[in-house]
Structure formats: structure tokens, C-alpha cells
């Protein structure tokens, strides 16, 4: 099962090392994710969630806010990512070329890793109810 810290004890426990690339399209691996999430396509298989604002700016943007503000999630395989509730649509799930739900958070991945961070749009019902597992306080309110 997953666990979840607030950005305040993830930062104390000293996982919050994100990296700050100049580029975050500055490697083959982060274009190819940026265009992912970026531009609607068929070309990948299954379901593909796309920010609703394309621009490198609100990309950014988003990776910037996460960071700075989200919580942590270290899912069942030890992988740490950060995850950010904007409150408003994020992005779309798109599927088979159709957009089959909003979605209102941001996850950013690989955020230790300067030559692989990058972000998509994601839902906030993983996170809504959770309490960090080190202090107990709400995760998102």
C-alpha cells in the first residue's frame, strides 16, 4: 500500500531533493513525455492523460507547483513522486481519441532525476483522504 507525506515531512526527511532542470524538454526521454502529455494522439496505446494547456510555460508551471507545494506518494514499489491538488482541471484522460475524464492534479515523476523529471495531469481521489503517514496531518483539505 502506498504512503503518503506532507511536503513538510517529506522535506525534514530529506526526500525532497527535486531537481531543477534548466530544460524539462532537454532530453530525448523528457520531449517524448512532454509530447505525451501534451498533445492528444492515438499513437500511444491505452489511456493517456494531456494537460489541457499545451504550452511549455504551463508545463513548467505545473512541475513548479508540484514541487513546491505537493505531497508525497511512495507507492508499493519504493518509487517516490509528488503529486499536487491545482483544484481545477489539470488535464484530460484521453482514450482511444476520446477525452474520457477531467483530471485536477498533477503528478511529477522521476523528480530526483534531472535528465528524467517530468509530469502528467492525474486525479486527486488517490490523495483526497489520506493523512501523512509521519505526522497524521490531512494530506490535501
Keep these: 500500500?502506498?504512503?503518503?507525506?506532507?511536503?513538510?515531512c517529506a522535506a525534514?526527511?530529506?526526500?525532497?531533493n527535486v531537481q531543477n532542470p534548466d530544460d524539462l524538454t532537454g532530453t530525448d526521454y523528457q520531449l517524448d513525455k512532454f509530447i505525451k502529455?501534451?498533445?492528444?494522439?492515438?499513437?500511444?496505446?491505452?489511456?493517456v492523460s494531456v494537460?489541457?494547456?499545451?504550452?511549455?510555460?504551463?508545463?513548467?508551471?505545473?512541475?513548479?507547483?508540484?514541487?513546491g507545494s505537493g505531497c508525497l506518494v511512495i507507492d508499493d514499489f519504493g518509487r517516490?513522486?509528488?503529486?499536487?491538488?491545482?483544484g481545477s482541471t489539470t488535464g484530460f484522460t484521453f482514450e482511444?481519441?476520446?477525452y474520457r475524464r477531467p483530471e485536477d492534479a498533477v503528478k511529477v515523476?522521476?523528480?530526483?532525476?534531472?535528465?528524467?523529471?517530468?509530469?502528467?495531469?492525474?486525479?486527486?481521489?488517490s490523495v483526497d483522504t489520506k493523512r501523512c503517514k509521519n505526522c497524521g496531518r490531512l494530506i490535501v483539505t
Excluded at 525534514?12 to 525532497?16: H, I
Excluded at 504550452?55 to 513548479?64: H, K, L, N
Excluded at 517516490?80 to 491545482?86: F, Q, R
Design 1 to 8: 500500500m502506498s504512503e503518503y507525506y506532507c511536503h513538510e
Design 12 to 16: 525534514l526527511s530529506g526526500w525532497m
Design 109 to 125: 515523476v522521476l523528480y530526483d532525476n534531472q535528465w528524467k523529471i517530468h509530469a502528467y495531469p492525474t486525479n486527486s481521489d
Design 80 to 86: 517516490k513522486n509528488l503529486i499536487w491538488v491545482a
Design 37 to 47: 502529455h501534451t498533445v492528444p494522439s492515438t499513437y500511444y496505446s491505452g489511456a
Design 51 to 67: 494537460f489541457q494547456n499545451p504550452e511549455y510555460s504551463a508545463y513548467s508551471t505545473y512541475v513548479g507547483n508540484t514541487a
Design 96 to 98: 482511444n481519441g476520446f
